[in-house]
């Protein structure tokens, strides 16, 4: 839920302030910072919560840690390569392939209940995903719409 409301403030907030800087509204590149945004702060959760973010991944994949710090800096790297007009589609395509690659991570944490934040098995379970499930599909959408279709 947090970082949904990260995109959503941060893409009003962009937009009014384009607005007030331009004269003109652009919601694509306030889509793109809004995005951005979002995965800036999807990406400090890696590095404040590693241990229940590595809780997230099977134990049949090693070194756990080294992909979520992976993950963070895919993250970054994306969240940097949306505002570079060069790179935008491109970083759109990844993105999108990125999200659906990690939602296996976050099906497994769902199905063992892992609350990340606090590195216990007792979060939120099989319900989060009737929430995180149209979330991914919302992101990915936000994607394409701000960085692939612009």
């Not at 229940?52 to 993950?71: E, N, R």
């Amino acid at each position: 839920m947090k970082p949904l409301l990260v995109l959503l403030i941060s893409f009003i907030i962009s937009l009014f302030m384009i607005r007030i800087i331009t004269g003109r509204f652009d919601a694509a590149f306030s889509g793109r910072i809004a995005m951005t945004v979002m995965l800036l702060f999807t990406a400090l959760g890696h590095f404040l919560y590693p241990k229940g973010m590595s809780m997230m991944i099977p134990d049949f994949i090693p070194y756990k840690l080294f992909w979520v710090y992976l993950t963070a800096f895919i993250e970054i790297f994306a969240a940097i390569g949306l505002l570079i007009p060069i790179m935008t589609v491109k970083t759109g395509w990844f993105l999108i392939i990125f999200l659906l690659l990690i939602l296996p991570a976050n099906i497994y944490g769902a199905v063992k209940n892992v609350d990340y934040e606090n590195a216990n098995y007792q979060g939120k379970g099989l319900n989060y995903l009737w929430f995180r499930i149209p979330l991914q599909v919302i992101y990915l959408a936000w994607i394409y719409l701000f960085a692939i279709e612009m």
